[in-house]
T-cell receptor
Framework: DGGITQSPKYLFRKEGQNVTLSCEQN?????MYWYRQDPGQGLRLIYY???????QKGDIAEGYSVSREKKESFPLTVTSAQKNPTAFYLC??????????FGPGTRLTVL | KNEVEQSPQNLTAQEGEFITINCSYS?????LHWLQQHPGGGIVSLFM???GKKKHGRLIATINIQEKHSSLHITASHPRDSAVYIC??????????FGAGTILRVKS
């Protein structure tokens, strides 16, 4: 079945540690996105990539980094520079400007 | 002021009621999306529309481009419709801007 997978579902991290969230899709989509969701707020775009080996900052990129070495994969690293990393992170992909398909999300908690 | 405003923020309905969720936006868009987020967190796309009206089962979405307004209607609501409904607009350049969501609870 085609879809987007994110792992892990729940992630705990100590302050000062970097952590990488996985996102894989087998939909053959060129575009992939990372969003952050906080209670009472709309999803906010962290980074997006429209093609392999290229990515662009979104609205809240500070403290995050990404790579896009393969079409299927778009991992997000939450660095120690991110001041408030506890949130729900969603990955999505699309074929161009078509409907975005979302993964199940990763809930990151910093202890 | 947020670019995308949804109302109401919270909505409780009795099973069988007709439900309307509204979305207003302030920017030029190429399309508008309605999304559904269940308690586990996963998001499903319900509709993408740029004009007129779309229907899928008991769900109907309408958009008025001139008034920059969209509505999502649920007919004969059911407890399984309980979820967060999110409006998102696609600005030119493929960027999605999201509303804060409407929390819907349908009681049996």
């Amino acid at each position: 079945d085609g879809g987007i997978t994110q792992s892990p579902k729940y992630l705990f991290r100590k302050e000062g540690q970097n952590v990488t969230l996985s996102c894989e899709q087998n939909l053959n989509h060129d575009a992939m996105y990372w969003y952050r969701q906080d209670p009472g707020q709309g999803l906010r775009l962290i980074y997006y990539s429209q093609i392999v080996n290229d990515f662009q900052k979104g609205d809240i990129a500070e403290g995050y980094s990404v790579s896009r070495e393969k079409k299927e994969s778009f991992p997000l690293t939450v660095t120690s520079a991110q001041k408030n990393p506890t949130a729900f992170y969603l990955c999505a992909s699309s074929r161009g400007s078509d409907t975005q398909y979302f993964g199940p999300g990763t809930r990151l908690t910093v202890l | 002021k947020n670019e995308v405003e949804q109302s109401p923020q919270n909505l409780t309905a009795q099973e069988g009621e007709f439900i309307t969720i509204n979305c207003s936006y302030s920017v030029g868009i190429s399309a508008l999306h309605w999304l559904q987020q269940h308690p586990g967190g996963g998001i499903v796309s319900l509709f993408m529309l740029s004009s007129g009206k779309k229907k899928h089962g008991r769900l109907i979405a309408t958009i008025n481009i001139q008034e920059k307004h969209s509505s999502l209607h649920i007919t004969a609501s059911h407890p399984r419709d309980s979820a967060v409904y999110i409006c998102a607009v696609m600005e030119y350049g493929n960027k999605l801007v999201f509303g804060a969501g409407t929390i819907l609870r349908v009681k049996s």
